[in-house]
C-alpha cells in the first residue's frame, strides 16, 4: 500500500497554503517505490503514461474528491520520464506533469541577481517560451522573496491558483516553475499568498506584453531578438554630430479622421517617420511607451516597463517602427521612467505583502506630486530590474538612447518636500546615495554593454557632473537638458519688446555656464501644457509679431551652443496648448498658405542648414567653437555671436528681438572676409517682410567692437539672420 501524505499536508495542497509543492507533487522515490502525486481538481480518472511508449502503466487513486491523485508504480527503481492521461467531464487528454521538472535557474543567475549584477535579468525573469525534456512550455519566475505561496495563473488553468504553485528559491526569494503546453499569446498573472496571508493577483513585473487598461494581465510573448547597432547608428549620437530631436507622443501626433482612434505603430513608421525625415531632424523621441494605466499620465507612470504599449500594437509591430526610423537614417530616443511607479493593485506595489520594489517608508517611498511610489534604489534585485530595463530596450528593440525622466526627483531625498517630511541620508544630506550609485551603475552598464547608446538627463538643478563619467565622480549621463536656458529664454521672449532691454541678460546668462555639461536645448511637452500656453502663444504682439518673435527664436536656438529638440506642433507654431486627447492642429497648414506653412519651412530649412553646416554642431562643447561678437546692446535687443568648426569655418547668427529694422548695423569682427547669408527669419518664404541683405555682405577695414574689422548689415525686425564666411 502507498503511503499518502497526512491528511493536513493535502488540506494545505488543495488548499493552496503548501509552501513546498515539489516535495509533495510529481514523482517520488518511497519505501514502496516510486510514487507519482498530482493535483488535478475536477479530474474523473487519471493515467500514469510511459512517455517513451506511450502505455499507460497503472491508473492513479483519488485519494481525496477535491482532486488529489496518487499511485505506486509496480517494478520501476528509477525515475523515468512520463505523463498524466486525464479524463475529465467531456474530454481526455494527455498531459505533461509540471512536477516532475527540476529546478530551472542556474547557480550562477541565482548569484547575479541576489547580488544585483545581473546584465539581463529578463532573460530568467518572467515568462519565456522554452523547450525542456524534448516538452514545449513555458518558463515563469517571479522574485517574491516574503510571499507564503505564489502560483502561475491564467486561462490555461481556469485562473485557478490551486492548480500551478511554484518552487520557491530560498537562497534568493524566487518563485519558479515551468508550465508545459502553455502557448504564446496566452493570457496570466501571479496569485500571491502574501506574508500575511492575504492573497493578491499580480502582474509580471518583467512580461514581455501586456493587456492594456482596463484589462490588466500578462500575456506571453517570445523574448525579442538583439537588434544589433551600426556604426552610422552610433555616430549619429556623438557630441560632435548635428542632433535635431522631434518630441512625440504617439498617441496625439495624427488621429484617424474621426479623432477617436490612434494610428497603428505600422501607421506611424510610415506617416511619422516620412514627416520626420522630411522636416530634417536627426532623432525623434519618444514620450513612455511602456504600457501604463492611465492615458492622462502620457505614459510617464508605467507599470509594464518591459511591454510596449498595446495601443497602438504588439510588440513586433514597435520594433518594426523602430527599425522604419533606422532605415529612414533616423535615430530612435525612449523616454524612460525609472524615478517612480503607480500604486495600483495589480503592479508592484506592496507586491508580496512588503514594500519589496518601493522604499517602505512614505518620507522616502511616496511622489506627493505625482501620487507614486518611489523605487528602493538600494535593493540589489530592484536595481537589477531598472537596469536591466535600460539594456532591455536598447538590445532586443534598437533604441539609440534613453532620456531619463526627472533625475533631480530622484537623487534628492528632499526633492518638493517640506521641513520634517524627508529621511536624511546616512551622512545627514538631501542626497539620494542608492540612486545616485544606481544612475552611474546603469549608464555604465550601458556604456559597457552597448556602446555608442546614450542616454539624456531631464536634470532640474545645478547637481554638478551629471554628464561627466561615474569614475570622475558623476552620473555617466551623455546629454543633460538645458531647462536653465529654456526658462530664461523663453521668459524673455515673452515680454513686450520695448521692455527687452531690462531683462537682456536672460538670452546671454546660458553662455556662462554653457561648457560645464553636454547640454540638449529644450522646448519639450513640458512647456505646452497645464496653462502655459503654446509656445506661440507666449510671443508678445499681434499675430505678425507672434510668429515674427517665434521665427526669430527658432533662429536663435538653432545656432546657439548645444543639440536641439523640439516637441511636436510647435515645428508650426500650433496656437493652442497641446491635448494628449486628440491630434495636433494639422488644419492649419491646410488650404491658403500661412503663417503657420511658414513656421514649417522655417524648422525645415533650420535643421537642414544645420546637419549641412558644421560650424553650427561639430565643437558644441568646446569653447573655441563659440565667440560673442555683440552681447552688450541692451538698448537694441541685438545679439551677435560667431560658431567655429574644427577647420576654422565660420557662421554668423545675428538675432535683432525689436520690431524695429536695424540699417547699417555695425557689427566688429577679427578677420576680414565676405559672407553670405544663407538663412534669414524674416523671408517672404517664412511670410516675414523680407528685409535683408540681397544674399551677401563684406568686410571693412573699420574698427568696431575692439575689432579690426566689421560689417554693416540690415537686421530685419523681429529676425535671426545667418552669415556664413566664404572662402578667400
Same mark, same amino acid.
Not at 503548501?18 to 481538481?41: C, I, K, S
Not at 552611474?440 to 552597448?450: F, H, L
Not at 508678445?540 to 515674427?548: C, L, M, N, V
Given at each position: 500500500?502507498?503511503?499518502l501524505?497526512?491528511?493536513?499536508?493535502?488540506?494545505?495542497?488543495?488548499?493552496?497554503h503548501?509552501?513546498?509543492?515539489f516535495?509533495?507533487?510529481?514523482?517520488?522515490?518511497t519505501?514502496?517505490?516510486?510514487?507519482?502525486?498530482?493535483?488535478?481538481?475536477?479530474?474523473?480518472?487519471?493515467?500514469?503514461?510511459?512517455?517513451?511508449?506511450?502505455?499507460?502503466?497503472?491508473?492513479?487513486? &483519488?485519494?481525496?474528491?477535491?482532486?488529489?491523485?496518487?499511485?505506486?508504480?509496480?517494478?520501476?527503481?528509477?525515475?523515468?520520464?512520463?505523463?498524466?492521461?486525464?479524463?475529465?467531464?467531456?474530454?481526455?487528454?494527455?498531459?505533461?506533469?509540471?512536477?516532475?521538472?527540476?529546478? *530551472?535557474?542556474?547557480?550562477?543567475?541565482?548569484?547575479?541577481?541576489?547580488?544585483?549584477?545581473?546584465?539581463?535579468?529578463?532573460?530568467?525573469?518572467?515568462?519565456? *517560451?522554452?523547450?525542456?525534456?524534448?516538452?514545449?512550455?513555458?518558463?515563469?519566475?517571479?522574485?517574491?522573496p516574503?510571499?507564503?505561496?505564489?502560483?502561475?495563473?491564467?486561462?490555461?488553468?481556469?485562473?485557478?491558483?490551486?492548480?500551478?504553485?511554484?518552487?520557491?528559491?530560498?537562497?534568493?526569494?524566487?518563485?519558479?516553475?515551468?508550465?508545459?503546453?502553455?502557448?504564446?499569446?496566452?493570457?496570466? #498573472?501571479?496569485?500571491?499568498?502574501?506574508?500575511?496571508?492575504?492573497?493578491?493577483?499580480?502582474?509580471?513585473?518583467? !512580461?514581455?506584453?501586456?493587456?492594456?487598461?482596463p484589462?490588466?494581465?500578462?500575456?506571453?510573448?517570445?523574448?525579442?531578438?538583439?537588434?544589433?547597432?551600426?556604426?552610422a547608428?552610433?555616430?549619429?549620437?556623438?557630441?560632435?554630430?548635428?542632433?535635431?530631436?522631434?518630441?512625440?507622443?504617439?498617441?496625439?501626433?495624427?488621429?484617424?479622421?474621426?479623432?477617436?482612434?490612434?494610428?497603428?505603430?505600422?501607421?506611424?513608421?510610415?506617416?511619422?517617420?516620412?514627416?520626420? #525625415?522630411?522636416?530634417?531632424?536627426?532623432?525623434?523621441e519618444?514620450?513612455?511607451?511602456?504600457?501604463?494605466?492611465?492615458?492622462?499620465?502620457?505614459?510617464?507612470?508605467?507599470?509594464?516597463?518591459?511591454?510596449?504599449?498595446?495601443?497602438?500594437?504588439?510588440?513586433?509591430?514597435?520594433?518594426?517602427?523602430?527599425?522604419?526610423?533606422?532605415?529612414?537614417?533616423?535615430?530612435?530616443?525612449?523616454?524612460?521612467?525609472?524615478?517612480?511607479?503607480?500604486?495600483?493593485?495589480?503592479?508592484?506595489?506592496?507586491f508580496?505583502?512588503?514594500?519589496?520594489?518601493?522604499?517602505?517608508?512614505?518620507?522616502?517611498?511616496?511622489?506627493?506630486?505625482?501620487?507614486?511610489?518611489?523605487?528602493?534604489?538600494g535593493?540589489h534585485?530592484?536595481?537589477?530590474?531598472?537596469?536591466?530595463?535600460?539594456?532591455?530596450?536598447?538590445?532586443?528593440?534598437?533604441?539609440?538612447?534613453?532620456?531619463?525622466?526627472?533625475?533631480?526627483?530622484?537623487?534628492?531625498?528632499?526633492?518638493?518636500?517640506?521641513?520634517?517630511?524627508?529621511?536624511?541620508?546616512?551622512?545627514?544630506?538631501?542626497?539620494?546615495?542608492?540612486?545616485?550609485?544606481?544612475?552611474?551603475?546603469?549608464?555604465?552598464?550601458?556604456?559597457?554593454?552597448?556602446?555608442?547608446?546614450?542616454?539624456?538627463?531631464?536634470?532640474?538643478?545645478?547637481?554638478?557632473?551629471?554628464?561627466?563619467?561615474?569614475? !570622475?565622480?558623476?552620473?555617466?549621463?551623455?546629454y543633460?537638458?538645458?531647462?536653465?536656458?529654456?526658462?530664461?529664454? *523663453?521668459?524673455?521672449? +515673452?515680454?513686450?519688446?520695448?521692455?527687452? +532691454?531690462?531683462?537682456?541678460?536672460q538670452?546671454?546668462?546660458?553662455?556662462?555656464?554653457?561648457?560645464?555639461?553636454?547640454?540638449?536645448?529644450?522646448?519639450?511637452?513640458d512647456?505646452?501644457?497645464?496653462? +502655459?500656453?503654446?509656445?506661440?502663444?507666449r510671443?508678445?504682439?499681434?499675430?505678425?509679431? #507672434?510668429?515674427?518673435?517665434?521665427? !526669430?527664436?527658432?533662429?536663435?536656438?538653432?545656432?546657439?551652443?548645444?543639440? +536641439?529638440?523640439l516637441?511636436?506642433?510647435?515645428?508650426?507654431?500650433?496656437?493652442?496648448?497641446?491635448?494628449?486627447?486628440?491630434?495636433l492642429?494639422?488644419?492649419?497648414?491646410?488650404?491658403?498658405?500661412?503663417?503657420?506653412?511658414?513656421?514649417?519651412?522655417?524648422?525645415?530649412?533650420?535643421?537642414? &542648414?544645420?546637419? =549641412?553646416?558644421?560650424?553650427?554642431?561639430?565643437?558644441?562643447?568646446?569653447?573655441?567653437?563659440?565667440?560673442?561678437?555683440?552681447? $552688450? $546692446?541692451?538698448?537694441?535687443?541685438?545679439?551677435?555671436?560667431?560658431?567655429?568648426?574644427?577647420?576654422?569655418?565660420?557662421?554668423?547668427?545675428?538675432?535683432?528681438?525689436?520690431?524695429?529694422?536695424?540699417?547699417?548695423?555695425?557689427?566688429?569682427?577679427?578677420?576680414?572676409?565676405?559672407?553670405r547669408?544663407?538663412?534669414?527669419?524674416?523671408?517672404?518664404?517664412?511670410?516675414?517682410?523680407?528685409?535683408?541683405? =540681397?544674399?551677401?555682405?563684406?568686410?571693412?577695414?573699420?574698427?568696431?567692437?575692439?575689432?579690426?574689422?566689421?560689417?554693416?548689415?540690415?537686421?530685419?525686425?523681429?529676425?535671426?539672420?545667418?552669415?556664413?564666411?566664404?572662402?578667400?
Amino acid at each position: 500500500m502507498p503511503v499518502l501524505p497526512d491528511r493536513d499536508v493535502i488540506d494545505q495542497i488543495i488548499s493552496g497554503h503548501y509552501a513546498d509543492p515539489f516535495a509533495l507533487l510529481g514523482m517520488h522515490a518511497t519505501d514502496n517505490g516510486l510514487q507519482v502525486r498530482a493535483l488535478l481538481p475536477d479530474a474523473g480518472a487519471v493515467w500514469l503514461v510511459e512517455q517513451q511508449t506511450g502505455r499507460r502503466l497503472v491508473q492513479l487513486n &483519488c485519494d481525496d474528491p477535491r482532486g488529489f491523485f496518487s499511485a505506486v508504480v509496480p517494478r520501476r527503481k528509477n525515475p523515468f520520464r512520463y505523463q498524466l492521461q486525464v479524463s475529465w467531464r467531456d474530454h481526455q487528454q494527455i498531459v505533461d506533469d509540471p512536477y516532475r521538472f527540476g529546478p *530551472l535557474l542556474q547557480d550562477i543567475d541565482s548569484w547575479l541577481l541576489a547580488e544585483g549584477t545581473h546584465l539581463r535579468p529578463y532573460e530568467r525573469l518572467g515568462a519565456h *517560451l522554452v523547450t525542456l525534456d524534448g516538452v514545449d512550455g513555458v518558463s515563469f519566475a517571479v522574485w517574491a522573496p516574503n510571499a507564503q505561496r505564489v502560483s502561475v495563473v491564467g486561462e490555461f488553468n481556469f485562473w485557478d491558483g490551486r492548480r500551478h504553485p511554484m518552487r520557491l528559491r530560498r537562497e534568493n526569494g524566487i518563485w519558479e516553475l515551468f508550465l508545459p503546453g502553455v502557448r504564446a499569446g496566452q493570457l496570466y #498573472k501571479y496569485e500571491i499568498v502574501d506574508c500575511y496571508g492575504n492573497t493578491q493577483l499580480k502582474a509580471d513585473p518583467y !512580461a514581455f506584453e501586456a493587456q492594456m487598461r482596463p484589462d490588466t494581465a500578462s500575456l506571453v510573448a517570445p523574448l525579442p531578438e538583439v537588434v544589433p547597432s551600426t556604426p552610422a547608428r552610433r555616430r549619429a549620437n556623438d557630441f560632435d554630430q548635428p542632433i535635431a530631436i522631434y518630441e512625440v507622443h504617439l498617441g496625439s501626433w495624427r488621429r484617424h479622421t474621426d479623432n477617436h482612434f490612434w494610428l497603428s505603430y505600422g501607421e506611424l513608421a510610415v506617416q511619422l517617420i516620412d514627416y520626420v #525625415k522630411d522636416m530634417g531632424f536627426t532623432h525623434i523621441e519618444l514620450l513612455p511607451v511602456n504600457e501604463h494605466p492611465f492615458d492622462g499620465s502620457w505614459g510617464y507612470q508605467p507599470l509594464g516597463l518591459y511591454a510596449p504599449t498595446r495601443r497602438f500594437g504588439t510588440p513586433a509591430d514597435f520594433r518594426a517602427f523602430v527599425a522604419a526610423a533606422h532605415e529612414a537614417g533616423i535615430n530612435v530616443i525612449l523616454d524612460w521612467v525609472p524615478g517612480h511607479f503607480p500604486s495600483d493593485a495589480y503592479g508592484l506595489a506592496n507586491f508580496d505583502g512588503t514594500a519589496l520594489y518601493e522604499y517602505a517608508d512614505p518620507r522616502e517611498g511616496y511622489h506627493q506630486d505625482w501620487n507614486t511610489l518611489i523605487y528602493n534604489y538600494g535593493r540589489h534585485e530592484v536595481r537589477n530590474y531598472l537596469a536591466g530595463n535600460a539594456l532591455y530596450w536598447l538590445e532586443r528593440f534598437g533604441i539609440d538612447a534613453l532620456r531619463v525622466d526627472a533625475v533631480a526627483s530622484m537623487i534628492y531625498r528632499d526633492y518638493s518636500r517640506a521641513d520634517g517630511e524627508w529621511v536624511p541620508n546616512y551622512y545627514g544630506g538631501n542626497e539620494n546615495l542608492e540612486a545616485i550609485a544606481f544612475l552611474r551603475y546603469t549608464n555604465q552598464t550601458i556604456g559597457q554593454a552597448q556602446p555608442g547608446a546614450v542616454t539624456l538627463a531631464e536634470e532640474s538643478t545645478d547637481y554638478p557632473g551629471v554628464t561627466l563619467p561615474p569614475d !570622475a565622480n558623476g552620473l555617466g549621463f551623455h546629454y543633460k537638458w538645458n531647462l536653465g536656458w529654456m526658462h530664461d529664454t *523663453l521668459n524673455y521672449m +515673452k515680454c513686450d519688446p520695448v521692455h527687452r +532691454k531690462y531683462h537682456h541678460n536672460q538670452m546671454t546668462f546660458g553662455m556662462l555656464y554653457a561648457y560645464t555639461e553636454n547640454f540638449v536645448l529644450p522646448i519639450s511637452h513640458d512647456e505646452v501644457v497645464h496653462g +502655459k500656453k503654446s509656445v506661440l502663444d507666449r510671443m508678445p504682439g499681434d499675430a505678425w509679431q #507672434k510668429f515674427a518673435n517665434l521665427r !526669430a527664436y527658432y533662429g536663435f536656438m538653432w545656432a546657439h551652443p548645444g543639440k +536641439k529638440l523640439l516637441f511636436m506642433g510647435c515645428e508650426f507654431a500650433q496656437g493652442r496648448e497641446w491635448n494628449f486627447d486628440t491630434s495636433l492642429d494639422w488644419h492649419l497648414l491646410e488650404g491658403l498658405d500661412n503663417w503657420h506653412n511658414g513656421v514649417q519651412r522655417l524648422v525645415r530649412d533650420l535643421n537642414h &542648414c544645420y546637419r =549641412q553646416q558644421a560650424p553650427l554642431y561639430e565643437r558644441d562643447y568646446r569653447p573655441d567653437g563659440f565667440e560673442w561678437l555683440v552681447v $552688450d $546692446d541692451h538698448d537694441n535687443s541685438v545679439f551677435a555671436f560667431a560658431r567655429y568648426d574644427s577647420q576654422g569655418n565660420e557662421l554668423i547668427a545675428i538675432s535683432n528681438f525689436t520690431p524695429v529694422p536695424r540699417y547699417r548695423y555695425r557689427i566688429g569682427l577679427s578677420r576680414a572676409g565676405d559672407y553670405r547669408e544663407i538663412l534669414n527669419t524674416d523671408s517672404h518664404h517664412y511670410h516675414g517682410s523680407n528685409a535683408g541683405n =540681397q544674399g551677401r555682405v563684406s568686410s571693412e577695414a573699420v574698427g568696431s567692437h575692439g575689432r579690426d574689422f566689421s560689417i554693416c548689415v540690415t537686421l530685419p525686425p523681429l529676425a535671426t539672420i545667418y552669415l556664413l564666411r566664404e572662402a578667400p
